[in-house]
Every structure is written in C-alpha cells, then in structure tokens.
C-alpha cells in the first residue's frame, strides 16, 4: 500500500528566508503527487500537482516542487516566504485505479518570524 | 467558484450521542469523501462514495456509517459517539475520473471540529 512521510511536524524560517518542505513516497508505479495548503480555519487548497513530465512542476503563490524518484521525494520549495504563508502544508499521492481517492502525510506546521 | 460547505464549524456533542455532519457542494461532482484530519496524522479517509446511494470503506470506517440520498449532499454519521472522536472532520469533492484524465482534482470544505465530551 502507497504511503506518505513528512519528516518535520514543525518549521520556522524568517520571512524572506527560502523554504523546503520535504516529502517522501511510498508506491509501487509512478505517483501522482500533490502539494495542499491548509491556512488557519480554511480547508485545504491545492498548490501543486505532478502526473508526469517535467519533475520540475510551479504552482500557485510562487511554490514549487521537485519530483526525484531516485529519492522517492516530492519536496516543496519556495525561494522567499512571506508572513501569509504561515499554515499547514500535506503531502498527498493519488491511489491508482481507486475512483479519485488520495493518501496523505502527516503534515508540516510552518511558522513565519518577521 | 466550486464551493464546499459543512453545517458546522463547532460541533460539541456528549458520548453516545448520535451526531450528523453534513457537506453539500454546488459543482455537480460525482465524488464526495469524508476524512478525519489529526494532529501528525495528517487526513484519513473515513468513507467515499462515487455516486447517489453508493459508498465504499475508506481507511478508518470503524464508527462511522454515511449517506448520499441526493448528488450534492453527503452525509456522515456518528451512530453513539465516543472520545475518540474527537477531532476535525473534512469534507471533498471532485469529479469521477473521466476518460482521458488521469486525476481530478478534490475541492474541501472549511472542516467540521467536534469534540465529544
């Protein structure tokens, strides 16, 4: 069965300081892999997704992500944080075959100092 | 605008109560889920269902039971509910993959928090 790790529960970096999210996957064929953002009382909002192709795959406020599988990794970048991207960051591989359904990580706390 | 909605931000219910959580969403999507979101355990699924009146076991259905009588509304229930409920439950939805795509994308709601004292 796929799974999803997020080694770190929490990060804290200084706004403008760059940011990496680390993301490891377990799956036997090539994953569709997924990047959310949860901001404080918000459901999840999707900021990325990669199903093949370039491993190099931009997303939606300035985020982007790199597909190793050598590393089995998916890890989320952004070159400068800003304050609003204080929230929780999941990790998610899509189930092959399984009517949409996807499994996640345990998710990175990320805290912005100013 | 795909929009997503749960009846409740706050829910606070007493063991053995019977507890409904309901989602509706206004894009017309086949899928609905249900999940239950923990600290460092990230989002679980508790239980899909693809079409009105079908459903099928996610990962942790123990406890749980659900119902979709109308395609825009999916509903889940706690039958007696118990401590180890507590927690925040969100609520997705999507399109069936159709053919040609290989994934739809899953659109949450805000997230029901209850506590079951």
């Known amino acids: 069965a796929q799974s999803v790790t997020q080694p770190d529960i929490h990060i804290t970096v200084s706004e403008g300081a760059s940011l990496e999210l680390r993301c490891n996957y377990s799956?036997?064929?090539?994953?569709?892999l997924f990047w959310y953002v949860q901001s404080p009382g918000q459901g999840l909002q999707l900021l990325l997704k990669?199903?093949?192709?370039?491993?190099l795959v931009q997303g939606i406020k300035g985020f982007e992500a790199e597909f190793k599988r050598s590393q089995s990794s998916f890890n989320l970048r952004k070159p400068s944080v800003h304050w609003s991207d204080a929230a929780e960051y999941f990790c998610?591989?899509?189930?092959?075959?399984?009517?949409?359904?996807?499994?996640f990580g345990g998710g990175t706390r990320l805290m912005v100092k100013p | 605008d795909v929009k997503v909605t749960q009846s409740s931000r706050y829910l606070v219910k007493r063991t053995g109560e019977k507890v409904f959580l309901e989602c509706v969403q206004d894009?017309?999507?086949?899928?609905m889920f249900w999940y239950r979101q923990d600290p460092g355990l990230g989002l679980r699924l508790i239980y899909f269902?693809?079409?009105?009146?079908?459903?099928e076991k996610g990962d942790i259905p123990e406890g749980y039971s659900v119902s979709r009588e109308k395609k825009e509304r999916f509903s889940l229930i706690l039958e007696s509910a118990s401590t180890n409920q507590t927690s925040m439950y969100l609520c997705?939805?999507?399109?069936?993959?159709?053919?040609?795509?290989?994934?739809?994308?899953?659109?949450f709601g805000p997230g029901t928090r209850l506590t079951v004292l």
């Open positions: 799956y036997g064929a090539t994953p569709y």
């Open positions: 894009m017309d999507h086949e899928n």
């Open positions: 997705a939805s999507s399109f069936a993959r159709a053919s040609g795509r290989v994934y739809n994308e899953q659109f």
């Open positions: 998610a591989v899509a189930r092959r075959g399984a009517g949409n359904m996807l499994t």
């Open positions: 269902s693809y079409d009105v009146k079908m459903k």
């Open positions: 990669y199903f093949s192709g370039d491993t």
